[in-house]
């Protein structure tokens, strides 16, 4: 079976621009998890879902950040507009339910210039 | 919300040399997990272990969650284990289901 899959694996933009982060998880998983890791914070969670509901954002750290979930098996993470400051590794997780083992993808590195 | 703690911060071994990583953590736990962080950068599940001793070849693992802690061993170690390992728990009061990381421990072997 397939993991979870990211896409793009790495995203280089401008200030200002327009970032959408896109993860598939393993199918059958009903809860999906957005962390992002930076070398000051370490690992943080931003944002999840629960059947396709957002549940928890207070880890969104402010309004440039969104995040979808259309479907149970597709979910974005949007910057708009980004920031130098939001470089950093995004890594989608999912698991079968919310307190259940979590499964990550292989991450997407943004660097915004 | 819940605290983890992990020791030591760094550890540098010969290959084939045993070791213990700590993972203290400040609540009880609904899950518990260990990863490795390879040097590519992905994170590879290692144990979901909320409680007890778990194996898994020459990587072992043990919760003991009435004293919050957990341990995770590595027997005769290679160089392909270095990398950073995470420990990771959940406490789910309060309806809270944010999985909280450590530092991790950065693990280097050396031929």
């Known amino acids: 079976d397939a993991g979870v899959i990211q896409s793009p694996r790495h995203e280089v933009t401008e200030m200002g621009q327009e970032v959408t982060l896109r993860c598939k998880p393993i199918?059958?998983?009903?809860?999906l998890f957005w962390y992002r890791q930076t070398m000051m914070r370490g690992l943080e969670l931003l944002i999840y879902f629960n059947n396709n509901v957002p549940i928890d954002d207070s880890g969104m750290p402010e309004d440039r950040f969104s995040a979808k979930m259309p479907n149970a098996s597709f979910s974005t993470l949007k910057i708009q507009p980004s920031e130098p400051r939001d470089s950093a590794v995004y890594f989608c997780?999912?698991?079968?339910?919310?307190?259940?083992?979590?499964?990550f993808g292989p991450g997407t590195r943004l660097t915004v210039l | 919300g819940i605290q983890v703690e992990q020791s030591p911060p760094d550890l540098i071994l010969q290959e084939g040399a045993n070791s213990t990583l700590r993972c203290n953590f400040s609540?009880?736990?609904?899950?518990l997990q260990w990863f490795h962080q390879n040097p590519w950068g992905q994170l590879i599940n290692l144990f979901y272990?909320?409680?007890g001793t778990k194996q898994n070849g020459r990587l072992s693992a043990t919760t003991v969650a009435t004293e919050r802690y957990s341990l995770l061993y590595i027997s005769s170690s290679q160089t392909t284990d270095s990398g950073v390992y995470f420990c990771?728990?959940?406490?789910?009061?309060?309806?809270?289901?944010?999985?909280?990381f450590g530092k991790g421990t950065l693990l280097t072997v050396n031929p």
């Open positions: 609540d009880s736990v609904n899950n």
């Open positions: 199918s059958g998983h009903n809860s």
């Open positions: 997780a999912s698991s079968l339910r919310v307190a259940s083992e979590q499964f």
């Open positions: 990771a728990a959940l406490n789910s009061g309060g309806s809270n289901y944010k999985l909280t």
């Open positions: 272990i909320p409680s």
